[in-house]
Protein backbone atom coordinates (compact mmCIF):
# COMPACT_ATOMS: atom_id res chain seq x y z
CA UNK A 1 0.00 0.00 0.00
CA UNK A 2 0.78 3.78 -0.79
CA UNK A 3 0.21 6.28 1.37
CA UNK A 4 0.71 10.26 0.77
CA UNK A 5 0.43 12.76 4.17
CA UNK A 6 -1.09 16.10 3.07
CA UNK A 7 -2.42 19.23 4.54
CA UNK A 8 0.31 20.72 6.48
CA UNK A 9 0.62 24.20 6.85
CA UNK A 10 2.03 27.38 8.82
CA UNK A 11 -0.85 28.35 11.24
CA UNK A 12 -1.05 30.70 14.67
CA UNK A 13 -1.46 28.77 18.29
CA UNK A 14 -5.01 28.06 18.49
CA UNK A 15 -5.78 27.25 14.72
CA UNK A 16 -6.99 24.13 13.00
CA UNK A 17 -5.88 21.96 10.76
CA UNK A 18 -7.11 18.97 8.74
CA UNK A 19 -4.56 16.53 7.76
CA UNK A 20 -5.25 13.66 5.02
CA UNK A 21 -3.53 10.65 4.36
CA UNK A 22 -4.27 9.12 0.82
CA UNK A 23 -3.72 5.69 -0.11
CA UNK A 24 -3.43 3.01 -2.90
CA UNK A 25 -2.67 -0.17 -3.55
CA UNK A 26 -4.09 -3.60 -1.47
CA UNK A 27 -7.13 -3.50 0.27
CA UNK A 28 -7.41 -0.31 2.25
CA UNK A 29 -9.88 -1.88 4.50
CA UNK A 30 -6.92 -5.05 5.89
CA UNK A 31 -4.85 -1.95 6.93
CA UNK A 32 -4.68 -0.37 10.61
CA UNK A 33 -3.17 3.47 10.08
CA UNK A 34 -1.25 5.64 12.44
CA UNK A 35 -0.08 9.53 12.60
CA UNK A 36 3.48 9.72 14.40
CA UNK A 37 5.52 13.05 14.16
CA UNK A 38 8.96 13.76 14.29
CA UNK A 39 10.17 17.67 15.38
CA UNK A 40 13.93 18.65 14.72
CA UNK A 41 16.56 16.02 16.18
CA UNK A 42 13.81 13.73 17.78
CA UNK A 43 12.63 11.03 17.75
CA UNK A 44 8.99 9.50 16.01
CA UNK A 45 6.37 10.70 18.24
CA UNK A 46 3.28 8.45 18.21
CA UNK A 47 -0.23 11.03 17.69
CA UNK A 48 -3.32 8.44 16.77
CA UNK A 49 -3.85 5.23 15.71
CA UNK A 50 -7.84 3.94 14.16
CA UNK A 51 -8.45 0.24 13.59
CA UNK A 52 -9.19 -1.56 9.56
CA UNK A 53 -12.83 -0.73 10.01
CA UNK A 54 -12.53 2.71 11.87
CA UNK A 55 -14.51 1.57 15.25
CA UNK A 56 -11.44 1.65 17.70
CA UNK A 57 -9.17 4.78 18.08
CA UNK A 58 -5.80 5.73 20.25
CA UNK A 59 -4.16 8.65 21.17
CA UNK A 60 -1.40 9.71 22.70
CA UNK A 61 -1.77 12.15 25.90
CA UNK A 62 -0.40 15.01 23.29
CA UNK A 63 -3.45 14.73 20.99
CA UNK A 64 -6.22 13.66 23.71
CA UNK A 65 -8.95 16.18 23.55
CA UNK A 66 -7.51 18.29 20.81
CA UNK A 67 -7.05 16.05 18.04
CA UNK A 68 -9.59 13.10 16.27
CA UNK A 69 -8.42 10.45 14.31
CA UNK A 70 -10.55 9.38 11.53
CA UNK A 71 -10.74 6.86 7.88
CA UNK A 72 -13.15 6.54 4.71
CA UNK A 73 -12.26 3.36 3.52
CA UNK A 74 -15.04 4.06 0.43
CA UNK A 75 -12.27 6.98 -0.25
CA UNK A 76 -9.27 5.19 0.97
CA UNK A 77 -8.77 8.18 3.04
CA UNK A 78 -7.55 8.49 6.60
CA UNK A 79 -7.64 12.14 8.95
CA UNK A 80 -6.43 13.75 11.22
CA UNK A 81 -7.96 16.54 12.83
CA UNK A 82 -6.00 18.40 14.73
CA UNK A 83 -7.63 21.98 16.53
CA UNK A 84 -6.16 23.76 19.43
CA UNK A 85 -2.85 24.20 17.97
CA UNK A 86 -0.23 24.80 19.86
CA UNK A 87 3.52 25.56 19.04
CA UNK A 88 4.93 22.35 20.44
CA UNK A 89 3.03 20.60 17.67
CA UNK A 90 5.38 22.13 15.26
CA UNK A 91 6.76 18.76 13.42
CA UNK A 92 6.46 16.75 10.31
CA UNK A 93 3.67 14.38 10.44
CA UNK A 94 3.66 11.44 8.90
CA UNK A 95 0.80 8.41 8.23
CA UNK A 96 1.66 4.76 8.21
CA UNK A 97 -0.10 1.45 7.74
CA UNK A 98 0.46 -1.94 9.11
CA UNK A 99 -1.86 -5.36 8.51
CA UNK A 100 -4.15 -5.97 11.24
CA UNK A 101 -7.04 -7.85 12.57
CA UNK A 102 -10.34 -7.03 13.46
CA UNK A 103 -10.18 -4.24 15.91
CA UNK A 104 -6.34 -4.26 16.47
CA UNK A 105 -4.99 -0.95 16.57
CA UNK A 106 -1.07 -0.13 17.06
CA UNK A 107 0.78 2.30 18.62
CA UNK A 108 4.27 1.14 18.27
CA UNK A 109 5.91 2.92 15.38
CA UNK A 110 7.73 0.31 14.78
CA UNK A 111 5.68 -2.44 13.83
CA UNK A 112 4.47 -0.48 10.91
CA UNK A 113 5.01 -1.54 7.27
CA UNK A 114 4.20 1.08 4.53
CA UNK A 115 4.92 5.03 5.72
CA UNK A 116 4.24 7.93 3.51
CA UNK A 117 6.03 11.46 2.85
CA UNK A 118 5.79 13.77 5.81
CA UNK A 119 3.91 16.86 5.72
CA UNK A 120 5.08 19.84 7.62
CA UNK A 121 2.77 21.32 10.28
CA UNK A 122 4.14 24.60 11.58
CA UNK A 123 2.27 26.68 14.65
CA UNK A 124 3.79 30.04 15.09
CA UNK A 125 2.91 31.93 18.50
Known amino acids: VQLQASGGGLVQAGDSLRLSCATS????????VGWFRQAPEKEYEFVAA????????RYADLAKGRFTISRDNAKNMVYLQMNGLKREDTAIYFC???????????????????WGQGTQVTVSS
Open 96 to 114: AAVVVVTGEVVTNVERYSY
Open 25 to 32: GRTFSDYG
Open 50 to 57: ISRAGKVR
